[in-house]
């Protein structure tokens, strides 16, 4: 059958078209803390905005104190 069909000038093949969700120029004009998240599994690609979290004085304080000791190297 697939013979006569391809004799008959019949193209079975399958085309796959493949759209984008979100063009290049919008990925690079994304506010700072913004991002597209794709999760593994069947989970929607979705737009995230991150907030900063503002970090406790004593610990800022620490952070520079054990780094300025080398005790932490980032």
Known sequence: MDQILCEMGVNMNNVERKKLLVVPSEI????DLTCYVKL?????????TMQLQ???TAFVCEYKLLKKLKLVEY
């Open 40 to 48: 593994a599994g069947n989970f929607p690609i979705t737009k995230l």
């Open 54 to 56: 503002n970090l406790n």
């Open 28 to 31: 690079i004009n994304l506010p």
